[in-house]
């Protein structure tokens, strides 16, 4: 079936370091998926980080980048410097239809502690 | 940015009542979803719901689920009769397009 899986938190940094939380991605309902990476901020909702609907793209927001990456079925998200701001939870998703009011799946999320 | 809201924000009922749970949905959004994570586990799909119908459904969206967006006011998802595996976070999405916007959750308690 699709599924997402990524790393699991907790995932502790220190500032200024790099980042790195893999996500890997089994689609079988669909040959290529759009790929999300969502966050959620303490006391926050979920909302949306990074999205990339063409295989072999980049996206990136707020100093993170991902890469859909078909062969390896992976979009890992990155950051060269991490900041105590960037202490979350960071969920890959599958949007499992073509076009908009797709289903996601989403994986377990990563817990991103930042220390200073 | 735009904001999904969800009320209540928690909701503790006995087995076998009724539940409304509420979404307030970004006001020019077309699409509408429900979403149910179970403590540890993942975020779920339910069900979406679009020009005023639904448009897909999980297994998860059990015969006595339903949801309903009456005259463009509160999306919202019913449950009846509820059931001890009920108990969960519900979250609401709405979208225009590829951007899902999600409100803070409903946790829902069925004793």
């Known amino acids: 079936g699709d599924s997402v899986t990524q790393t699991e938190g907790p995932v502790t940094v220190s500032e200024s370091e790099s980042l790195i939380i893999n996500c890997t991605y089994s689609a079988t309902s669909i040959a290529y998926p759009n790929l999300f990476w969502y966050v959620r901020y303490p006391g926050e909702g979920l909302q949306l980080l990074l999205k990339?609907?063409?295989?072999?793209q980049k996206g990136s927001s707020r100093g993170f980048e991902a890469t859909y990456n078909k062969e390896t079925t992976s979009f890992h998200l990155q950051k060269a410097s991490v900041q105590e701001s960037d202490s979350a939870v960071y969920y890959c998703a599958l949007g499992l239809q073509q076009g908009t009011g797709s289903k996601l799946s989403f994986g377990k999320g990563a817990k991103l502690t930042v220390s200073p | 940015g735009p904001k999904v809201l969800q009320i209540p924000s928690h909701q503790i009922i006995d087995m076998g009542q009724m539940v409304t749970l509420n979404c307030d949905p970004v006001?020019?959004?077309?699409?509408f979803y429900w979403y149910k994570q179970i403590l540890g586990q993942q975020m779920e799909f339910l069900v979406n719901f679009y020009n005023g119908k639904v448009m897909e459904k999980s297994k998860l969206f059990k015969d006595q689920f339903s949801v309903e967006r009456p005259d463009g006011s509160y999306f919202t998802l019913k449950i009846q009769p509820t059931a001890l595996e009920d108990s969960a976070v519900y979250f609401c999405?709405?979208?225009?397009?590829?951007?899902?916007?999600f409100g803070p959750g409903t946790r829902l308690t069925v004793l």
């Open positions: 990339v609907i063409t295989a072999g």
């Open positions: 999405a709405s979208s225009f397009s590829y951007e899902q916007y």
């Open positions: 006001s020019n959004h077309l699409y």
